[in-house]
């Protein structure tokens, strides 16, 4: 066999490959078993039909197209192989010779990672939000704090402001109840926004025993998006009584024995979540000015079937659970559908690249995946999911994740490595000390899925769905 490689552009190649019929003869005697075990000829037992017969009853045409079709794919490895080429998804083949005896010849264009130079990145520079921890984050945390302890009692008065209400209510779109449209019981406090737009006005001033009646769009259901007349009944009005902000709260509300020393447990917890948002914001922005410093093309057909994962993922996974289909949520978000296929394309285009250039740094860098990084990986993976490590895990080998999850982690450590290398400095000038390794672990990880957009790791392990560079390469893989 010989192969040659024509460059069409930076991203997709053409492959000239021509066959001796000699290295054919084991695909041709494969095919003639195959076909000896599909046919039966009268005087002939089951598989011992010979070679002559086959072609005088069935015709040489079929015995060489399925010879043909079991040698394709074992050429155009070896000719991608012969090439170095990185290839991605599956070739597009066209037989241009098929002499009988005497020579096979194919062309195969498909798409390759394109060759990218990775520049000096230790002269990155970002700024981040300082970490402050005002009085005023801290009174929002403790009178968060102060509502989880919160009693209720019964009232024999006109519902307020902050009361806590147990009500019945009807749902009728059209002048028919809808089947899901019916909850009893249903416990809601006043101002709380966590129903219908327009119940707090319907239900003020309404005791207990009384009715309104009010009109709302649905946010969810069967009618989700649709004008709905809700029928409210109010069964039970119940004053909110909050605890006293004073030791004893402290000692009910937590481990701690006085108000201060829970209020500087509160700082404490704070500072930790900016310290960690801080993080985050330092990844991303090291990632963006990374982006910016690499010229990266991206192969056509695999940003088409990126947009077309991203859109099918949003659909049928994502809208899909909140009830709303994809004209809704446009509507909800106030875009139009030119403005959704432009940030849609816009984020495919950033996950390529940033698959591409942090792949690109695993292989300079010379980084590799212990199993220790990967068992801690799945087992955050899990967490998120509200998966056990066990079940998560299954599902992953199930659904054939294991590479993708390797891949995640491997490029998180490349991230991690251009973060450590660049100045990080806070808005007062101060430079930021990243230096957590763990935690940064875990923040590179989240980083890079964001960036890539790819499914949460719950639905990729259970459902077997992947980003649209990941299915390439496991098809170049296969």
């Known amino acids: 066999m010989k192969s040659a490689v024509e460059n ?14 000699e290295e054919l003869k084991d ?75 005497e020579l096979l010849a194919f062309t195969a264009e498909v798409d390759i990672r394109p060759t990218i130079e990775i520049p000096d990145y230790s002269g990155i520079e970002v700024e981040v ?8 984050d801290v009174d929002k945390a403790v009178e968060e704090l102060r509502g989880r302890f919160a009693s209720t009692t019964p009232v024999e008065r006109a519902a307020e402001d902050g009361d806590v209400l147990t009500l019945d209510l009807e749902a009728k779109v059209d002048g028919e109840v809808l089947a899901d449209g019916v909850a009893d019981g249903v416990s809601y406090t006043i101002g709380s926004g966590e129903l219908l737009e327009g119940i707090d006005d319907a239900v003020k001033g309404v005791e207990a025993g009384g009715e ?66 801080q993080a985050t914001q330092a990844q991303e922005r090291v990632l963006e000015k990374l982006l910016e410093l690499v010229e990266v093309p991206v192969p056509e057909k695999l940003l088409e079937d990126e947009i077309n994962t991203r859109k099918h993922n949003l659909e049928h996974h994502q809208l899909g659970q909140m009830g709303l289909d994809l004209a809704k ?83 998180g450590k490349a991230l991690a490595v251009v973060v450590e290398a660049a100045t990080v400095k806070d808005t007062n000038g101060e430079v930021v000390d990243l230096s957590d390794e763990e935690e940064e672990a875990e923040i590179a990880d989240a980083t890079v899925a964001a960036a890539e957009g790819e499914q949460a790791p719950a639905e990729a392990a259970a459902e077997g769905t992947e980003s649209a560079e990941d299915k390439a390469e496991d098809k170049n893989e296969g």
Do not use: C, W
Request: proline fraction near 3%; charge should be negative; charged fraction near 30%.
């Open 329 to 411: 949520y446009l509507e909800i978000q106030g875009k139009s559908a030119e403005e959704f296929d432009t940030e849609t394309k816009d984020a495919a285009v950033k996950g390529i690249k940033t698959q591409f250039v942090l792949d690109e740094l695993v292989n300079k860098e010379k980084l590799s995946v212990s199993q220790e990084e990967l068992t801690e990986h799945l087992m955050r993976r899990a967490a998120s999911s509200g998966m056990s490590p066990d079940q998560f895990a299954q599902a992953v080998v199930e659904g054939g994740q294991v590479q993708m999850l390797v891949g995640e982690v491997a490029r």
């Open 27 to 101: 695909s041709l005697d494969a095919a003639y078993k195959k076909i000896n075990q599909q046919v039966t000829v009268k005087g002939f037992r089951k598989g011992k039909i010979p070679a002559r017969v086959i072609d005088q009853r069935f015709g040489r045409g079929a015995v060489l197209e399925e010879a043909v079709n079991d040698a394709l794919p074992k050429f155009y490895t070896e000719a991608v192989n012969e090439g170095e080429l990185n290839v991605l998804g599956q070739p597009e083949v066209d037989i241009t010779e098929l002499k009988d005896g």
């Open 129 to 136: 939000d300082a970490i402050e921890v005002s009085d005023e």
């Open 212 to 277: 309104a009646t009010f009109t709302s769009e649905l946010k969810g259901g069967s009618a989700a998006g649709k004008e709905a007349e809700v029928t409210v009944k109010v069964t039970q009005v119940a004053k909110r009584e909050l605890p006293e902000l004073d030791d004893e709260f402290a000692q009910l509300a937590s481990e701690f024995d006085t108000l201060e020393e829970l209020r500087a447990d509160s700082r404490s917890r704070l500072a930790n979540m900016k310290e960690y948002d």
């Open 8 to 21: 069409l552009n930076p991203t997709r190649v053409r492959l000239t490959v021509e066959v001796p019929f």
